[in-house]
């Protein structure tokens, strides 16, 4: 009882935007935890990194996953010490803290599907969405990002470059222990599973960038101001090959806009030159809000 009062006093002292934080990360973990030993153990696939490394050895030494993570983990954290941030390291112990505590504390959850393809797709589903919580609130769940951020910083190497090398080695160790198969069906899962993470951090809110380079950015530029409300940029810029200066229209439309913004375009000059892209997250008027996270 005395033990419950404290630890309630104790969360009323610290911050509201710590506490979101850490629960955040918390939840993330927890749903990667399921993810894991509802998906992946339960269908011998293999991960990537330093969970990878833990789940390999389970198959092969009926390890407890959880606590191996934890104990792989611990020299990495040292190691981060001076590499990274305090507040980003304890965000990364809490992160690795709750997976090896969910992996032990799951382990009873039912076994969705035996089916290993389903499992490496699903798995991914639900261990991005839960990986895509946790970079959300600004955690991570330690392993070989930390020892990316020191490679980085004694080598030529880019971090996700290093990442990558890292998750690659992994990949070759389950397919020469286990099979190629295990391998494939683990990439399948790590893909799937990025892709839900860019979609977490970035939401569902794809948007449209839009270059053009026309003889009449004035006339188009209204339009786009007036029929669609979205803002115009002007950017100076002169064509290599003629030499002459040219406005060229940079804005941004959601996908609804998108066909109206090409009939505009084409509406007041056939031939300009349109220039498409994807944009994952837009903020600022007439899109989203910044929230912090």
Not at 180 to 204: C, H, N, R, W
Request: charged residues 15%; contains cysteine.
């Amino acid at each position: 009882m005395r033990f419950k009062k404290f630890l309630v006093k104790l969360i009323r002292k610290v911050p509201w935007h710590i506490l979101k934080q850490s629960l955040g990360i918390i939840f993330g973990a927890i749903i990667v935890a399921i993810s894991i030993n509802t998906f992946i153990l339960a269908n011998r696939i293999a991960d990537g990194g330093v969970t990878g490394i833990a789940i390999i050895l389970h198959y092969i030494f009926d390890w407890e996953t959880g606590l191996v993570v934890f104990i792989l983990n611990i020299p990495l954290f040292f190691l981060g010490y001076k590499t990274m941030g305090k507040r980003l390291l304890f965000f990364s112990i809490l992160g690795v803290a709750t997976l090896s505590v969910a992996l032990k504390y799951t382990a009873g959850i039912p076994v969705i599907t035996r089916d290993t393809f389903l499992a490496a797709v699903f798995g991914g589903l639900v261990t991005g969405i839960g990986m895509g919580l946790i970079f959300r609130f600004h955690g991570s769940l330690g392993g070989t990002d930390i020892l990316a951020i020191f490679l980085n910083r004694k080598t030529s190497w880019s971090v996700g470059q290093i990442i990558l090398g890292l998750d690659t080695l992994v990949f070759i160790g389950a397919a020469i222990l286990f099979s190629p198969e295990t391998a494939m069906y683990a990439m399948i899962y790590m893909f799937i599973a990025s892709k839900l993470i860019d979609l977490v951090q970035g939401g569902l809110d794809y948007s449209k960038s839009l270059m053009v380079v026309t003889e009449k950015p004035q006339d188009i530029a209204s339009d786009i101001i007036n029929k669609l409300n979205r803002g115009v940029t002007f950017l100076n810029a002169e064509g290599a090959y003629s030499g002459t200066e040219k406005k060229v229209i940079y804005c941004i439309v959601n996908r609804a806009q998108l066909t109206s913004a090409k009939e505009i375009i084409q509406g007041h000059d056939p031939h300009a030159f349109l220039a498409i892209g994807d944009v994952s997250e837009v903020l600022g008027e007439g899109f989203g809000n910044w929230k912090g996270h």
